[in-house]
């Protein structure tokens, strides 16, 4: 199992992070985020947005967040109702981060990993995320790197013609961690009528007049991909994950259409390693990693014993005395 982790690691592969990776740091979960919009309450000028409202409200209480809102169509005040109070909830979880990682530079495990991952001769590295924190940039920050998210640099940040953003330093290529969000960031933001998408980071609260650029989970979803920036970060993202020679999946569901299709079919045609990290794994993930599509593989998920693991020699898992070899600290502590 160790030799199977290293091998990955020593790959340069693509780091894929799901919410899980964010949510031991105080970031919301899915449920938290369903409780907190619930209780948000919204403007409802007429009867059709109040019974739209009622029936999100009352499905929520029974089902998945990303269901409801998939399922119930709410009127374009509410769905940006939705992701305002999303970007509300989240932005203040991640400045707390922010300010913890200011005080203590190794407060995030991404920074060892980015470091042991940039350590060699490779001076760029790929990361693809559904989430909306910028717990990427941080570590990378953290860790002396530089990191492109498909926009500029500074605090007015605007999207870049070059994706990814090159450094230099020295005149030679600096080392640079390219972050790939495809559901979009807390930094994004589109401003009034015709303006382009701007980057504006560490907002403490939403500027009047601009709008998150983030995707939640509903009707649209699929729809908003399609317009800049997210088309051109997901062709980015996708580049990434089809040319990958390996993948460390980190607190990642396999629930996203937008993501699994080239690694799925990567893992499925080459025996290109792939490790995940997780509490528990998702039916999804089970059905992907366990039912036979990958072909080398290696999951440490937590267990009462500590922590159960499974790759091709066990794959119906196997108890290791170790209590969080399943957490990204715990998993550095084996390849390093």
């Keep these: 199992m160790a030799e199977l982790a290293q091998a990955c690691v020593a790959a340069a592969p693509v780091v894929v992070l799901g919410s899980g990776a964010s949510m031991p740091h105080g970031l919301p979960g899915m449920g938290a985020l369903a409780s907190h919009l619930v209780a948000s309450g919204p403007a409802l000028p007429d009867r059709e947005h109040s019974d739209a409202w009622n029936t999100f409200v009352s499905k929520a209480a029974s089902a998945d967040l990303e269901t409801v809102l998939t399922t119930v169509r709410l009127p374009e005040a509410l769905t940006r109702h939705i992701v305002e109070a999303t970007w509300d909830q989240i932005a203040a979880?991640?400045?707390?981060?922010?300010?913890?990682?200011?005080?203590?530079?190794?407060?995030?495990?991404?920074?060892?990993?980015?470091?042991?991952?940039?350590?060699?001769?490779?001076?760029?590295?790929?990361?693809?995320?559904?989430?909306?924190?910028?717990?990427?940039?941080?570590?990378?920050?953290?860790?002396?790197?530089?990191?492109?998210?498909?926009?500029?640099?500074?605090?007015?940040?605007?999207?870049?013609?070059?994706?990814?953003?090159?450094?230099?330093?020295?005149?030679?290529?600096?080392?640079?961690?390219?972050?790939?969000?495809?559901?979009?960031?807390?930094?994004?933001?589109?401003?009034?009528?015709?303006?382009?998408?701007?980057?504006?980071?560490?907002?403490?609260?939403?500027?009047?007049?601009?709008?998150?650029?983030?995707?939640?989970?509903?009707?649209?979803?699929?729809?908003?991909?399609?317009?800049?920036?997210?088309?051109?970060?997901?062709?980015?993202?996708?580049?990434?994950?089809?040319?990958?020679?390996?993948?460390?999946?980190?607190?990642?569901?396999?629930?996203?259409?937008?993501?699994?299709?080239?690694?799925?079919?990567?893992?499925?045609?080459?025996?290109?390693?792939?490790?995940?990290?997780?509490?528990?794994?998702?039916?999804?993930a089970r059905e992907f990693v366990l039912g036979g599509q990958c072909r080398r593989y290696l999951v440490l998920e937590q267990s009462t014993a500590g922590t159960r693991a499974y790759c091709p020699d066990y794959p119906a898992g196997a108890e290791l005395p170790t209590p969080d070899l399943w957490t990204l600290h715990g998993f550095l502590s084996l390849v390093m």
């Design 93 to 284: 979880a991640d400045l707390r981060v922010f300010e913890a990682v200011v005080r203590d530079h190794r407060h995030l495990a991404l920074t060892r990993l980015f470091r042991h991952l940039l350590a060699s001769t490779h001076t760029d590295l790929d990361l693809v995320t559904t989430n909306y924190d910028r717990l990427a940039e941080y570590a990378a920050d953290a860790g002396e790197l530089c990191h492109s998210t498909g926009f500029g640099h500074g605090h007015l940040r605007f999207r870049h013609k070059e994706h990814p953003l090159r450094f230099t330093q020295n005149k030679k290529p600096a080392r640079t961690v390219n972050i790939w969000k495809v559901h979009g960031s807390l930094d994004w933001f589109q401003g009034p009528t015709d303006s382009a998408p701007v980057g504006l980071p560490l907002m403490p609260a939403r500027l009047s007049g601009y709008s998150p650029l983030i995707i939640t989970p509903g009707i649209e979803k699929f729809q908003k991909t399609h317009d800049e920036p997210f088309r051109t970060i997901l062709a980015n993202a996708d580049r990434a994950l089809q040319r990958a020679r390996g993948y460390v999946c980190i607190g990642y569901g396999f629930n996203d259409r937008h993501i699994q299709p080239k690694l799925i079919e990567r893992c499925a045609v080459e025996p290109v390693p792939l490790v995940l990290l997780t509490r528990t794994m998702t039916p999804a």
